[in-house]
């Protein structure tokens, strides 16, 4: 059976699409994004450089658990937008509430609306039209999902977007990445979208290779905290597959056990997470009569006969060595391990290794948000596991994801159990395992099962989060960090320390030697004083700071770092003026739209940092670069001026360069 499964997969990821994605100036890794970033999963260790990575959600932006009301404004025929994005971009996730606010209508690049009916959503075989467009698992309906209906294919646009609801809406997210108008925007072919629903419906099987080199054999567990060797793999190679199984009797045992995995000689490990964590499940390890515990596309938690396996799939590339070894929780417990590799030749300052980090707070801090993971340099986060403790109330708690120094998370969900894919607490803690979400687990286990709390877990492949120099994962306990349940969190991510992206040159616009020394020009302007916090956390201290506010043109200087190869440009923005939409030219050169949709409704929650990617054609070879921002006054909502407190130009550099 297992060499059936791999025949299967292989040809699911052999024949991808003919033409590769074209690389960025300056020989960066190539971009492979939407439906490519699953056909191509062996690639999901390049470093992503030159897209900006954002989300919108209904989330209250002033830190309250009153989501749902925040949406982008009323259209007169009475549809609310939930979403609205200018382009080049691609949209890779959309939640909405059960199916409150059906159906739902897609605006792609200006076209006539395309009308999504929660009822053709989720079809395993869909025979044509909007369903053949979005097949399970790419689409979810309720019952599916357990309280969600999900938009999962990749929406590519050229020039905009927007996803509206017919009536009230209920907790909403997306998220998407926003491209320079130089890098086009990927496809999505009809036989591309059927073969990734392909892939995801066969999550839990073997994706790699048949044939590729693999090492096998069993050990034994000794006592708490002894570390025993499994494998030490040398040269340049990428792990493709990794399992450990054990009697189902010693599978908790087991799945508590830490693995340690150090890359490249390394003193202390990259990856040193409990078992059970890294394979999806962070609560109680049983095997379920009615599914597996963990069916997913980079991890499963699987029975073998008796026994219970854990298998790894995220390809975990190396340049020099790989030594892998499992601490015990507590043993003796036999163990039968096997490791699938290939060989590795892409450029290594091309990818990010493999990480993962173990997190236990016994009693997060009233009123602050627990952090998971503070990582400096750049990469991406590919998943979440997360153990809440019980089902309930604490799952009102909010995700809030930081990369590059934002100080606004770029992704903020409107709850613990919408970013797991589900909803309304899963309909009340109804366990299942998708493939690249599910609550597996659970404290309703049945009876005489390991009961370990309650787990969810997220993975991310083309809704993976790129960083180019830091990454911070925040994470509310309860609606406002009220919640006093026991946490415990791996996340899972690619990185190095290297950052890609460098901070450069700074512009306060209201100040007058910054301004200057920056030629900024903006005639008919105004400035004011605003003291106000950022937005979504549920305790944030004001600051004060000079809003510049136009309803004309901007221009001004600055300077790029050396050997920058593209950046992008961020502005702090006071959101409470809302719908804010600029031309963008670079040295007289047209570089896009910059649209900053929606706005905070509460005046002690203004500050906002946001980010727009610059053509990187138009940075080549330059040590400056003179910036022309021109008020756009029209859409729906009328945009009513632009705002900038700062703006700061950031430079992309390839590790190594």
Known sequence: MLGVALAVLSSLLAGCPPGEPSAPAGDLPPPYLGLDAYLHFDKLPYLEIGDRVAGFSTADPGGSNRDGGNVL???????????DQVGPGVVTFLRMQEDTGGPWH???????????HAGDLGQVRPAGGIAARFPYPLSMNVAESQGSTILAAPLPYAKSLRFTSSGANGNFYALYRRLAIDVPPPTASTAATDRVAALLAAAGRDPAPAGIPHREGTLTLGGAGVATPVTTIGGRQQIRALSLRAP???????????????????????????????????????????????????SAITPDGTDLRFSLYWPMPFTSGARIELVSAGGPVPVTWSVRYEPFTDPPNWVGEFHANYTDIPHPAPGEDMTFLDYRGSGKLVGTVVNFGAVGGTLEGDPHIYTDGSRTPQIAVTGTEEWGMGGDYWRGGHQTSLPLAGLPSATNNPFGSD????????????DAIPFTDRIVVNWEHGAVNDSAEHYRATMLWYGTPTPTAVRGDDLLPGAPDSAAAHAYRAPGSRDYPLTSAYEYTVRAAPVTGTVTETTGSSTFTMALPPGATGGFLRRTLNSCVPGQRANVSVDGAFAGTWYTPGGSANPGRCWRDDDFPLPASLLAGKRSITIRLDHVATGAPPNTAWTAAEYTLFGYRLPGR
């Open 106 to 116: 897609l605006s792609v690049d200006g076209g006539p609306d395309t009308v999504v």
């Open 451 to 462: 009961v370990d709390g309650a787990a969810e877990y997220r993975f991310l492949v083309a």
């Open 73 to 83: 404004g009323t259209l007169p025929d009475g549809e609310r937008v939930l979403f």
């Open 248 to 298: 189902a009797g010693a599978a908790a045992t087991l799945g508590a056990a830490r693995l340690r995995i150090y890359w490249d000689g390394e003193a202390a490990p990259s990856v040193d997470a409990p078992v059970k964590f890294l394979a999806g499940d962070g609560a109680g390890v049983y095997q379920p009569a009615d599914r597996p515990l963990v069916r997913a596309l980079p």
